[in-house]
């Protein structure tokens, strides 16, 4: 093989070894963040609850979270709307117990199991493999 040619493959291997660190560390970043935003999510429906208790749709409650909406969503931007403040603060409902949540699921995850019902199959679903 002559030289051109190794220093060509040696080149081509540098590139991909250092290809996998960034891919590594955007999974890593990706994992953190998302883990990130569950636990704030969990937070908000925490705080939620301790105001409004389980009347979120009585008066005070439809107040509080239209002014939550407004204010989160002119100062972070969308996904702070009635609806998803709702559905942080059943996430709170469902997992009440912080230390159960999976750092592995995503707010995606999370709401789909909130659908379900029942607690012990909601529980079960929830284990990572």
Known sequence: MDTSK?????????YHVIRASLVQAQQKLTSAV???????????????YRACGEN????YGKKLLRYLSERLTGEFGKGFDETNLRKMRQFYCCFPIRDTLCPELSWSHYRLLMRIPDEK?????KIPD
């Open 6 to 14: 190794q220093l060509s493959q040696r080149n081509e291997n540098t």
């Open 34 to 48: 998302n883990s990130a935003m569950v636990t704030a999510y969990w937070e908000i429906g925490r705080e939620i």
């Open 56 to 59: 979120d749709r009585a008066e």
């Open 121 to 125: 199959i909601r529980f079960f679903y």
